[in-house]
């Protein structure tokens, strides 16, 4: 049955799909590609163009609220869907938790404050030919799983053994996104080792070990959880219901559910692309930065351009709904850099290391694959900073200095 429009609604629909796609518009409106077409013959009977003003102001409020009337259902329908799903299905609360208490308490003097980490972009499941970076990279499954011993082993032997009295009340370790390869590209989806739901279930194992061993060392684990844009289950990206066409939410909420009944764990899955917190009275913002409203860098400033006026951006909007951060933390751009005054981001590295666009389509300098390490500290902020390599190629030398004497 074909729909009945008014003049002001048709005109509408005409508006839309001028400046975009016929499935874009059909998704706009909620309709099939059947009701479009016939839409736009109702359209050339009456004589009506996406330029033809509609005195009616009436019917052009109408159409206006119908759209929002149909927006707001759909929005209700992700949030009633994600409820029930986080309920029935996994036996979680609708909503997470608050964060922990301890991360808040002040910490008694003298003490190393809170470690914090992100895990990010580890690609799980991608394939990287060493031939076609200049060898200076691979990565596959079997790689994946030796960087992220690595990972877990650096960070305790950071943590412990070069900081000073390592008491901590616990670790807050971000899960910041693009944990897995996806197939949002064709080219991925030929390379990939093995499917989506394969990797998926690997990972959710390997991180249910990695985060207990974690926890077996420093006592707490605050586990706030961001999606990213590979884990997404559409070929572009949305804006609507984000969060929850995304592989990585399921994720999340599985490991929430393994260790619900872990008090040593806590974990934090908003229904957004941003999570919020506190540290020791330093407020973070967690995304995975492929929404910082500005476009990539490019071979020559590389990433810092793009994400120092992103993370502005992001500041300023943020502070209009009264969610002030002291530090941004994402991922996202493969390249790690240490929150800094004048910007203040952390930038996580890739468990992936160095691929084939970073090195084709943007040409952009060699990153070894590496992950964030910080500390807070309730008087000073964020105090050491540590990029922590996850492989093992660096050259050592005995020699402490070297040194060329210049003849005379």
């Known amino acids: 049955m074909a729909d009945k429009l008014s003049d002001a609604e048709t005109v509408e629909r005409l508006k839309y799909r001028k400046t975009h796609s016929i499935g874009e518009t059909c998704e706009h409106f909620g309709i099939k590609t059947t009701a479009l077409r016939q839409t736009i013959l109702d359209a050339k009977a009456k004589g009506l163009t996406a330029d033809t003003v509609i005195r009616d102001e009436v019917s052009v409020l109408r159409s206006k609220v119908k759209l929002l009337q149909r927006d707001l259902a759909a929005i209700e329908k992700h949030n009633d869907t994600a409820e029930s799903i986080r309920k029935t299905i996994y036996q979680l609360a609708a909503a997470t938790p608050e964060p922990p208490d301890w991360l808040i308490k002040e910490r008694p003097a003298g003490l190393s404050g809170v470690p914090m980490t992100i895990w990010s972009d580890w690609h799980w499941g991608e394939t990287v030919n060493p031939v076609e970076v200049g060898g200076v990279n691979a990565f596959n499954r079997t790689i994946a799983k030796q960087r992220l011993k690595r990972l877990v082993e650096s960070t305790i032997d950071l943590a412990f053994k070069h900081m000073t009295n390592p008491n901590y009340p616990g670790i807050v370790i971000c899960l910041g996104g693009d944990m897995i390869s996806g197939n949002i590209h064709e080219e991925l989806r030929d390379t ?29 684990v605050f586990v706030p959880c961001v999606v990213g844009n590979h884990g997404r289950s559409t070929l572009k990206p949305r804006t609507k219901g984000r969060v929850y066409e995304n592989y990585e939410w399921n994720l999340y909420c599985q490991l929430e559910r393994h260790f619900k009944n872990d008090k040593r764990f806590r974990f934090l899955v908003p229904g957004e692309t941003d999570a919020y917190f506190t540290v020791l009275g330093h407020r973070f913002l967690l995304t995975h930065g492929d929404t910082l409203g500005v476009k990539g860098g490019d071979g020559i400033i590389g990433a810092i351009g793009p994400i120092a006026r992103g993370t502005f951006k992001v500041g300023r909007s943020e502070a209009q709904i009264g969610r002030d951060f002291d530090t941004m933390v994402i991922g996202h751009w493969h390249t790690y850099t240490p929150r800094g005054d004048s910007v203040p981001v952390i930038v ?61």
Not at 192 to 210: H, P, R
Not at 356 to 384: C, D, N
Not at 386 to 401: A, G, H
């Open 192 to 220: 990939n080792e093995g499917y989506v739901q394969q990797t998926l279930i690997e990972l959710q194992e390997e991180l249910i070990t990695a985060l207990t061993i974690m926890a077996n060392k420093f006592g707490k």
């Open 348 to 408: 996580n590295g890739a468990l992936k290391g160095y691929d084939e666009y970073a090195r084709l389509m943007l040409r952009v300098p060699y990153a070894p694959p590496s992950q964030a390490l910080w500390f807070v500290h309730g008087k000073h902020g964020i105090t050491a900073q540590w990029q922590v390599y996850l492989d093992d190629k660096r050259k050592t030398d005995n020699e402490w200095v070297k040194f060329q004497q210049r003849r005379t």
